[in-house]
């Protein structure tokens, strides 16, 4: 079988688990459940610093979360603080809990050979990490080529990417890299990237990238930022989501608001009954995850802000 040929068979599998048939679901199916999960920017201290993993695994396991999703620099902070990874791992299924995803920030996407080299031995080791914790996804969004929109995840003010095609491929080189330690790097969404900024250039990267295993990780608040529809979620089957962000947004214009002034789910005007009916309809059962960056939650009891988050989550998912 040609190189072609043999891509386009794959691509084909991959199509098929990315996008919804009409008849996957049936209007009167039983509800289904979902993982809820705590991402750990959401009880930040007021100063907007992470606070140490070990707290973080106790706040979500204190407020009935399912799992949590930490960042890399968590990790990082904990092991050079003598930890190791057994000992994570352990203290977290001590918990009672899951790690669902590890928010990562490699440079896999960019242009330029040399960054993007480092930025794979990066996600390497961002990968290995999960690995021994057992978490089998790493978020994977297009730090370094936002087109200079975020200081923080673009400081060289890099162009944007604007093959997508050319990001596919980056993207397979990801996958296979995760695939020798059984983790998955998930594409995701950033509504102030140049890149993938819209749910369906995300969704270019993860079919046209050759593996079945692609995935992308859409987010309420960046959907909105990016200038998707949701109505674009119902095309999408539930193996296409790697895990999926929740939160709200109030009334302002997608060219002016900022991860601060996410909210609550329900408190704000996303259309969230109807994201988790797409989601439902779908047969979607992963994870859903908490994600704020609210500095006025920061200031707060992280227990009470976990807590709330939780229940206002299973309140809009119901």
């Known amino acids: 079988m040609s190189t072609d040929l043999s891509r386009?068979?794959?691509?084909?599998?991959?199509?098929?688990?990315?996008?919804?048939?009409?008849?996957?679901?049936?209007?009167?199916?039983?509800?289904?459940?979902?993982?809820?999960?705590?991402?750990?920017?959401?009880?930040?201290?007021?100063?907007?610093?992470?606070?140490?993993?070990?707290?973080?695994?106790?706040?979500?396991?204190?407020?009935?979360?399912?799992?949590?999703?930490?960042?890399?620099?968590?990790?990082?902070?904990?092991?050079?603080?003598?930890?190791?990874?057994?000992?994570?791992?352990?203290?977290v299924a001590d918990a009672g809990l899951k790690t669902a995803d590890l928010i990562g920030f490699a440079e896999w996407i960019v242009d330029d050979a040399d960054r993007r080299k480092r930025g794979l031995e990066q996600a390497k080791r961002d990968m290995d990490w999960a690995a021994e914790?057992?978490?089998?996804?790493?978020?994977?969004?297009?730090?370094?080529?936002?087109?200079?929109?975020?200081?923080?995840?673009?400081?060289?003010?890099?162009?944007?990417?604007?093959?997508?095609?050319a990001a596919a491929d980056r993207y397979r080189a990801l996958l296979d890299l995760g695939a020798k330690m059984g983790v998955i790097p998930v594409a995701e969404v950033w509504g102030f990237s140049k890149s993938m900024r819209r749910l369906g250039e995300a969704l270019l990267v993860a079919v046209e990238c050759g593996d079945s295993r692609g995935c992308v990780l859409p987010d309420v608040y960046?959907?909105?930022?990016?200038?998707?529809?949701?109505?674009?979620?119902?095309?999408?089957?539930?193996?296409?989501?790697?895990?999926?962000?929740?939160?709200?947004?109030?009334?302002?214009?997608?060219?002016?608001?900022?991860?601060?002034?996410?909210?609550?789910?329900?408190?704000?005007?996303?259309?969230?009954?109807?994201v988790f009916a797409a989601l439902r309809k779908m047969n979607y059962t992963g994870f859903v995850s908490l994600e704020l960056f609210n500095r006025n939650y920061w200031k707060q009891d992280p227990h009470v802000v976990a807590k709330t988050g939780l229940a206002k989550m299973r309140a809009v998912a119901a």
Do not use: M
């Not at 679901?25 to 610093?49: Q, W």
């Not at 200038?227 to 997608?254: C, M, Q």
């Not at 609550?264 to 996303?270: S, V």
């Open 222 to 274: 960046h959907l909105y930022k990016g200038g998707s529809d949701f109505a674009g979620l119902s095309l999408l089957s539930a193996s296409a989501i790697g895990i999926f962000h929740v939160n709200d947004y109030p009334k302002i214009g997608r060219d002016q608001i900022n991860d601060a002034d996410r909210v609550y789910p329900g408190d704000g005007i996303a259309p969230l009954k109807d």
């Open 133 to 165: 914790l057992g978490c089998p996804r790493v978020a994977a969004p297009p730090v370094g080529a936002t087109g200079g929109a975020s200081k923080r995840d673009d400081p060289k003010f890099t162009q944007p990417i604007i093959d997508l095609v």
């Open 8 to 91: 386009r068979a794959v691509l084909a599998g991959g199509a098929a688990a990315l996008v919804a048939r009409p008849d996957e679901a049936r209007a009167d199916a039983p509800k289904l459940s979902f993982g809820f999960c705590l991402n750990t920017s959401t009880v930040r201290d007021k100063d907007g610093k992470s606070r140490p993993i070990t707290e973080l695994i106790d706040i979500a396991a204190k407020a009935g979360y399912d799992a949590f999703e930490p960042w890399v620099s968590e990790v990082d902070a904990y092991l050079k603080g003598g930890g190791t990874l057994k000992e994570l791992r352990k203290r």
